[in-house]
């Protein structure tokens, strides 16, 4: 058999595993879960194969993740490089600017992945880069049409230079970042293994579409459970007239449209996973003796606050800090106590939070 595999060539993580793992960390978004861990593991295989020097006919399947604010776009691509133990670096759209410029050129994306594998060429060539807010270097012209307003041209100068980078060349990066760009010191660095993940939340798109939430249509019958509803995707032809090129979406193969967290979700965020900002908070407060617990019934009011305020899990944090700045600000004069929150507590601290967030705006 001309294509057999050796056994240490294949991954050693199944997309199973990698979906099961990232569910530590990421609550719901199992379509985009199970979408990103088939994605990782043919990642994982190209870069065996070429370990063993084949070369491999397996595509690269750079994502795209489009999702609502706090939905875990950012959240995921971090958890999978961890998953994955490889190089992670995450970059901003809209830092960069196309050759000549003024403004980060995208090869600075790279010379950040190279810094995060500690300058090893080989992990950096395996690792993830994220580039966040794609949608904000869309191409301009029908800025009437969504109502976005016209902007620059710029954007199409940044996904044109990011398509080279996408397709898998030898891109020269400087290796030192402080440094100005000069010829002495740069290092060639091949990113055809590299996995890119693009995301954005192409508000505008679904603001067009005059949707609520993400991809999700009118229910059929009404009455039906969200995740029963009838789901519309994104589609290419969207995303073209949106101001994407054809070209770079072309390298982006694999679209995820991630969903907006249900209050179910984020009372989970809250407690479930290993680093819930529970359990961060908890911890922060046993360093000062101080014993704290949230009743259900408080966490369940948290999580309807941050679900009502639409910014997902974003708002879990800011919610946390305001309701544990009075119990922060005293703790250090507290050791030894046991502090507990319940709904009615919660209730009334998140109320005057509201008016006060209102006020300021
Ligand atoms: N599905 C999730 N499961 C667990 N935690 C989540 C999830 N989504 C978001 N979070 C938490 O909320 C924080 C913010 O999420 P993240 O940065 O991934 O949002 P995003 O989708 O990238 O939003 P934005 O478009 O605003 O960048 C994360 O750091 C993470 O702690
Ligand atoms: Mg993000």
């Known amino acids: 058999m001309k294509h057999s595999v050796k056994p240490g060539e294949l991954p050693l993580l199944t997309p199973r595993q990698i979906f099961e793992r990232l569910g530590l960390y990421v609550i719901g978004q199992e379509r985009a879960r199970r979408a990103v861990a088939i994605a990782a593991y043919n990642h994982l295989k190209r870069c065996a194969a070429r370990r063993y020097g084949r070369a491999s006919l397996v595509k690269k399947s750079n994502l795209l993740l489009i999702g609502p604010t706090g939905s875990g776009k950012t959240h995921i691509a ?8 490889v190089p992670f670096s995450v970059a901003d759209a809209t830092e960069y600017t196309e050759a000549g410029y003024y403004g980060k050129d995208v090869e600075v994306m790279i010379a950040e992945l190279l810094f995060k594998a500690d300058y090893s060429l080989e992990d950096a060539q395996r690792g993830v880069v994220f580039i966040d807010e794609v949608d904000k270097i869309a191409r301009r012209s029908h800025g009437a049409r969504t109502g976005a307003g016209s902007r620059d041209i710029g ?7 990011l398509l080279k980078l996408l397709e898998g060349r030898e891109v020269y990066v400087p290796l030192n970042q402080a440094q100005h760009w000069s010829k002495h010191d740069l290092v060639q660095v091949d990113t055809s293994d590299i996995l ?28 039906r459970g969200r995740r029963e509803l009838q789901r519309r995707r994104v589609t290419l032809k969207e995303l073209l007239e949106y101001g994407m090129l054809a070209e770079l979406m072309g390298r982006l193969p694999v679209v995820v449209e991630l969903e907006e967290l249900t209050e179910v979700e984020l009372f989970r965020i809250l ?8 359990r961060e908070f908890q911890e922060l407060l ?15 009011e948290v999580a309807r606050w941050a679900h009502e305020k639409r910014l997902g899990a974003r708002a879990l944090r800011a919610i946390f800090e305001e309701l544990m700045s009075e119990v922060m600000f005293h703790a250090p004069e507290r050791r030894g106590a046991r502090i507990g929150l319940d709904a009615s507590t919660v209730k009334r601290r998140l109320g005057a939070f509201s008016a006060e967030a209102l006020r300021e705006s």
């Open 196 to 223: 890119f993940i693009c995301a954005g939340t192409f508000s505008d798109l679904y603001a067009y579409r005059g949707e609520r939430a993400v991809g999700f249509a009118a229910p059929p019958g009404g009455g």
């Open 286 to 300: 046993s360093l000062e003796g101080i014993e704290l617990s949230l009743s259900e019934g408080a966490l369940k």
């Open 271 to 278: 407690t479930e996973p290993p680093d819930s900002l529970l």
């Open 155 to 161: 954007g199409e100068g940044v996904q044109q230079a």
């Open 78 to 85: 971090r958890t999978l490089a961890d998953v994955l133990e």
